[in-house]
């Protein structure tokens, strides 16, 4: 069955240390991959997203990404964490196939930042 | 200028009533979809629809009734409402079906059912 994990349910860290947060998948075959982030009391907003490529990618508000085909994972990353950047954090999978717009989400990652 | 827009943000009631929620977009796209986000904030998609056409009805039971008057609207419609019909609803859109479309998402509706 197709899923996605985010192991780690609640992360604190200090602002300006650096961030990884984990997503591992399963599907069929390699799916399109997205990290989305959820501000409080607000909608979700793409942070990034991987079709093919350069398995390094970059998105807004200085998150990069990185697809490893070999652990099924897509670990979200940023160098130096800003207090604003506490949000809950959802990486998510699509279909390369079957039109349909559905995104499987993970459970989220919940981030506290200490100030 | 809000891209995607839910009324009501909050909606209490009593088990039995039926409430609608509404969802309009401003963006132009010909995608539309229902999420429920339960209270582990788990995110599921329930319903997405394409130019007005349903695509998406991931096993919700029937007393939830989606409706698209038109490409800019999606609205929910719960019947009989239960104690776990209680989560945040969530309307996206998208340009299209493809999954290489990123979703919009509105703000969310709080729907707490006592």
């Known amino acids: 069955a197709q899923s996605v994990t985010q192991p780690d349910i609640h992360i604190t860290v200090s602002e300006g240390a650096s961030l990884e947060l984990r997503c591992n998948y399963s599907?069929?075959?390699?799916?399109?991959l997205f990290w989305y982030v959820q501000s409080p009391g607000q909608g979700l907003q793409l942070l990034l997203k991987?079709?093919?490529?350069?398995?390094l990618v970059q998105g807004i508000k200085g998150f990069e990404a990185e697809f490893k085909r070999s652990q099924s994972s897509f670990n979200l990353r940023k160098p130096s964490v800003h207090w604003s950047d506490a949000a809950e954090y959802f990486c998510?999978?699509?279909?390369?196939?079957?039109?349909?717009?559905?995104?499987?989400f993970g459970q989220g990652t919940t981030l506290q930042v200490k100030p | 200028d809000t891209a995607v827009s839910q009324t009501p943000k909050y909606l209490v009631t009593q088990m039995g009533n039926d409430k609608s929620i509404k969802c309009e977009q401003n963006?132009?796209?010909?995608?539309m979809y229902w999420y429920k986000q339960d209270s582990k904030k788990f995110l599921k998609i329930m319903f997405s629809?394409?130019?007005?056409?349903?695509?998406i009805n991931e096993t919700v039971p029937n007393r939830f009734s989606p409706k698209s008057p038109d490409k800019a609207h999606l609205n929910l419609h719960i019947n009989s409402l239960e104690l776990g019909d209680s989560a945040v609803y969530f309307c996206?859109?998208?340009?299209?079906?493809?999954?290489?479309?990123?979703?919009?998402f509105g703000p969310g509706t709080r729907l707490t059912v006592t």
């Open positions: 996206a859109s998208s340009v299209g079906l493809a999954s290489t479309y990123e979703q919009y």
């Open positions: 599907y069929g075959a390699t799916p399109y």
């Open positions: 991987y079709f093919s490529g350069d398995t």
């Open positions: 998510a999978v699509g279909a390369r196939s079957g039109n349909t717009g559905k995104l499987i």
């Open positions: 963006l132009g796209h010909d995608t």
């Open positions: 629809y394409n130019n007005k056409e349903l695509i």
